[in-house]
Every structure is written in structure tokens, then in C-alpha cells.
């Protein structure tokens, strides 16, 4: 809403995205190719203003600096864990209950696959499955920081365990972090050796698809959910195509403001309302933090357009098919319809008909 001391002029220049304003048309033009607004950004609830990240919708509603007029109306009636704002206080209680997540409730499951191997791994004929991946590490080298992975857990998208199993390091440990990871060294003895877990995962991952040719969504290779990836399959000594992986470490909405990656344990209590990672580690717990994130963000109810995809063509190239004079002479309005996303957003996995695009 533009108060009425606001000239024309800036109105006219005003991001009709994340409401900053410019002296110049042309200057709202170089913001709207570098800031790749789109309908898939985390948006208040109030007066629809864009955010990069929640991270920074969280500041706009709750602060330390807040927008007044958002913050009174998000304190009656807003989710602080999702961020989106109800209709009424009533719908709000409701609404909180199934927004709010417990620990995982499969703690003697869990328990029972402490004590051995768990090993549901079966190729099938199924699309595209969700499998949630976790690791935890113990130290090796001589000063105990090198990562070794000891523990790994994958769960189904219903938060069923379908692999879980220590795992025989192929280096010393000289670490074994007892105190967040409760290993001891009989436990890894007689463990599965690390070349033998990598091959079992790589193959349920592909499902069939030789990894090479898995190049596109829609195929039988499962989409892999975890948070610091890039890690866990580097310890792992795994490779998985970046199309099929959804990383909550790097997922542009839910990264801080400075664009460095959350904690798990932090993006855990602040959006699903839980502790996870406290005193000794399962990481069946990581993986389920982890897919009720990616769910979470997967079922995001946001406008369909032409083009969605990070990888179209079109995308980034929107704003170099027109001309300079013909953009400033577009409405901001305009400016942000035809502005599209840099990052594939999850709630695309969701839409049948783009998985084969
Ligand atoms: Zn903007
Ligand atoms: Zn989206
Ligand atoms: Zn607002
Ligand atoms: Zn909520």
C-alpha cells in the first residue's frame, strides 16, 4: 500500500516483488534481472510482500525489526512455525495442530535397529519415489577430524526405516565421538564394509536406471531428500545426480539471510517445532526431520506458470529476450510476471505434469 506522500513517480518504480523503490525505471530493471522474484518465494501473508528466504520473512513479521501493520495482525492470527497467517484465531489453534510436528513417535523401532541391520532395500516398478538419507560420522586421522561414516539410515517418505546399519569404515577410527554418536568399537567390528553399503544404497537410488542416464525427473531413480548431501555421499564415496537430490542445506527459502545453509537442528525447531540432536544421535531422527522439511516445502500452494523450471530455457533468459527501452516501459507488475525463479522450487515435485519435462 503506497501512502499518499509517495510520488507518482516512485510508485511507478516501486518492485512490485519485495517493494524496494528506485529513482529510475531503469534501475528497477537491473533489480528485476539480478533478483529472480517469482511466484515461488516465501511471501507474508499481509501485504504480499516477496522474501528471499523465511529467514527473512521471519524478520519481516517477527523482527527484530518488523513491518508494524504485519507484525499486529501475524501476533493474532499467524503460525510461527510455517509463517503463513489464518483466517481467525480458530482457525489458527486448529491449524497448529497439525503444524506442529513431535519427535519422531517410531522411537522402539528405532531402537530395535540400533541393535542390528535393518535392510528393506528392493528395487520395484514404482515412479520416482522420496528416500530420506542421513549418516553419522566418527573421527579418523590422527587428530580424530576426519569424517568416516559409522551409522547410515534411509526412510521411505512415510518415515519407514528401509535401511539402517553401522558401517565399517576403511580407515582407522581414531574417534569415535562417543558422546553424540554412542559407538563403541565392537559395534563397527563386525559391521557392513563401506564399498558393500555404498553399492546396496546406489543401486535402491537408481532403481534400476544406470546413473549415467538419469538425467530428467520422471524416471524410476528415486529423488533422494537430506540436509549437507554433498558430505554424507562424499563420505559415503557416492555420486548422485544434482536433479534428483532436494538438500535442506541448500535450498534457497529455507538458508539464512546471509545465504549460508541452517543447521538441521535449527531449521527442525524453528519450522516443524521440535528438538532433534540432543546427547547421543540417531540418524533415523535426521532423516525424518529432514523429509517432513522437504514435505513441508514440497506442498507449498504456489501459482502455476509457463516455464517453472530452474533449467528452462526461458528462465533466465526472460529478461535478455526483450529489449532495455521495452522493459522500462512495462508496469512493475509486468516486470514480475514475466521474472521467473532461480532455483528449481519443491513444490514442483509435486505436479505430475512437469515430471517428465
Ligand atoms: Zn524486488
Ligand atoms: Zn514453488
Ligand atoms: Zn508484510
Ligand atoms: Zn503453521
Same mark, same amino acid.
Given at each position: 500500500m503506497g501512502s499518499r506522500h509517495e510520488s507518482s513517480e516512485t510508485l511507478r518504480n +516501486?518492485?512490485?516483488?519485495? @517493494?524496494r523503490q528506485f529513482n529510475k525505471m531503469e534501475h528497477l530493471v537491473e533489480h528485476m534481472r539480478t533478483s @529472480?522474484?517469482?511466484?515461488?518465494e516465501p511471501m507474508c501473508g499481509i501485504c504480499r510482500k516477496h522474501c528471499r528466504s523465511f529467514e527473512s520473512l521471519r524478520e519481516h513479521l517477527i !523482527? &527484530? $525489526? &518488523? +513491518?508494524a501493520e504485519c507484525e499486529r495482525i501475524f501476533k493474532d492470527?499467524?503460525?510461527? $512455525?510455517?509463517l503463513t497467517v489464518l483466517s481467525s484465531r480458530s482457525g489458527l489453534w486448529n491449524h497448529r495442530e497439525a503444524c506442529q510436528f513431535s519427535r519422531s513417535n517410531n522411537g522402539v523401532l528405532c531402537r530395535l535397529a540400533n541393535l542390528g541391520i535393518q535392510d528393506e532395500l528392493r528395487l520395484d516398478n514404482s515412479r520416482a519415489k522420496v528416500v530420506a538419507l542421513a549418516c553419522k560420522m566418527v573421527g579418523g586421522g590422527s587428530d580424530g577430524s576426519l569424517d568416516l561414516c559409522a551409522r547410515v539410515c534411509l526412510i521411505d517418505e512415510h518415515e519407514r526405516i528401509i535401511f539402517h546399519t553401522y558401517v565399517k569404515p576403511q580407515l582407522p577410527v581414531t574417534n569415535y565421538r562417543y558422546e553424540t554418536t554412542g559407538l563403541r568399537p565392537e559395534f563397527l567390528r563386525e559391521a557392513m564394509p563401506l564399498k558393500q553399503v555404498q553399492r546396496r544404497i546406489q543401486d535402491y537410488l537408481c532403481n534400476g536406471e544406470p546413473i549415467w542416464h538419469i538425467?530428467?525427473? !520422471? !524416471?524410476?531413480a528415486r529423488v533422494l531428500v537430506g540436509h549437507g548431501l554433498d558430505h554424507d555421499l562424499k563420505c559415503l564415496e557416492m555420486e548422485y545426480p544434482p536433479i534428483m537430490i532436494r538438500d535442506t542445506a541448500k535450498y534457497p527459502p529455507l538458508? +539464512?539471510?546471509? +545465504?549460508l545453509s541452517n543447521s538441521l537442528k535449527y531449521l527442525t525447531k524453528a519450522y516443524l517445532g521440535y528438538d532433534i540432536q540432543t546427547g547421543q544421535q540417531d540418524p533415523y531422527e535426521d532423516c525424518v526431520a529432514t523429509l517432513r522439511l522437504y514435505m513441508r516445502m514440497r506442498s507449498q500452494n504456489h501459482d502455476t506458470e509457463d516455464c517453472p523450471l530452474a533449467t528452462d530455457p526461458q528462465n533466465r533468459n526472460n529478461f535478455a529476450s526483450w529489449r532495455q527501452n521495452e522493459l522500462e516501459r512495462m508496469t512493475p507488475e509486468k516486470l514480475l510476471e514475466i521474472s521467473r525463479s532461480d532455483y528449481y522450487c519443491w513444490c514442483l515435485d509435486s505436479r505430475t505434469s512437469h515430471t517428465n519435462s
Open positions: +516501486k518492485c512490485a516483488a519485495c @517493494y @529472480y522474484h517469482s511466484v515461488h !523482527g &527484530p $525489526l &518488523p +513491518k492470527r499467524g503460525c510461527d $512455525l510455517c538425467r530428467s525427473r !520422471g !524416471g524410476r538458508m +539464512k539471510t546471509s +545465504k
